[in-house]
T-cell receptor, first 115, second 114 residues
Framework: EAEVAQSPRYKITEKSQAVAFWCDPI?????LYWYRQILGQGPELLVQ????????DSQLPKDRFSAERLKGVDSTLKIQPAELGDSAMYLC?????????????FGEGSRLTVL | AQSVTQPDIHITVSEGASLELRCNYS??????LFWYVQSPGQGLQLLLK??????LVQGIKGFEAEFKRSQSSFNLRKPSVHWSDAAEYFC????????????FGAGTILRVKS
């Protein structure tokens, strides 16, 4: 069964360091999402891509976060510099605009701990 | 603004007992509604979804949910809970009008006691 792949699964870093997360969506899924889930809360959308274009990044802290999807397939989310409050699970999801069922398929997530 | 409310942070039920998890939403467009489940340290797995039609939808693992437009609710139910159902459950709402991105509730942690 096709899955959304994410790496690394776990990342521990010190504040002010740079960190990057990678996501490979389900093949053929044009829409890709990055969500942040703080412990004890629901996921919150950071950025949405349609192919290689950003559709919504209104909740992305652009002073330190960046996201790209250069060829419209895999994507990278970067944080520089990391802050203590960035400790969270970063979830990638993808969906098919062809089928347009509205369903998002999630990866296992990348757990970030900032010390 | 779109929002989803899950009023119960924690729920504890006995194994074999019935379960209902509450979800209310506020949305300015025709909503799609979802329930996802998350085990500790894992991603989210879709349990069921509602787009249109029959307001009672069946999902995996014996779960069902009923969409009640008049109450803006989409409560999740299961007639008999198993110990393996212990997890965190998230209700989410989306729509084509808002680009299919989902807005999630804060989640309900289900504990199952034997």
């Amino acid at each position: 069964e096709a899955e959304v792949a994410q790496s690394p699964r776990y990342k521990i870093t010190e504040k002010s360091q740079a960190v990057a997360f990678w996501c490979d969506p389900i093949s053929g899924h044009a829409t890709l999402y990055w969500y942040r889930q703080i412990l004890g809360q629901g996921p919150e959308l950071l950025v949405q891509f349609q192919d290689e274009s950003v559709v919504d990044d209104s909740q992305l802290p652009k002073d330190r976060f960046s996201a790209e999807r250069l060829k419209g397939v895999d994507s990278t989310l970067k944080i520089q510099p990391a802050e203590l409050g960035d400790s969270a699970m970063y979830l990638c999801a993808s969906s098919s605009t062809t089928l347009n069922t509205g369903e998002l398929f999630f990866g296992e997530g990348s757990r970030l701990t900032v010390l | 603004a779109q929002s989803v409310t899950q009023p119960d942070i924690h729920i504890t039920v006995s194994e074999g007992a019935s379960l209902e998890l509450r979800c209310n939403y506020s949305y300015g467009a025709t909503p799609y509604l979802f329930w996802y489940v998350q085990s500790p340290g894992q991603g989210l797995q879709l349990l069921l979804k509602y787009f249109s039609g029959d307001t009672l939808v069946q999902g995996i693992k014996g779960f069902e949910a009923e969409f009640k437009r008049s109450q803006s609710s989409f409560n999740l139910r299961k007639p008999s809970v198993h110990w393996s159902d212990a997890a965190e459950y998230f209700c989410a709402v989306g729509s084509m009008e808002y680009g299919n991105k989902l807005v999630f509730g804060a989640g309900t942690i289900l504990r199952v006691k034997s």
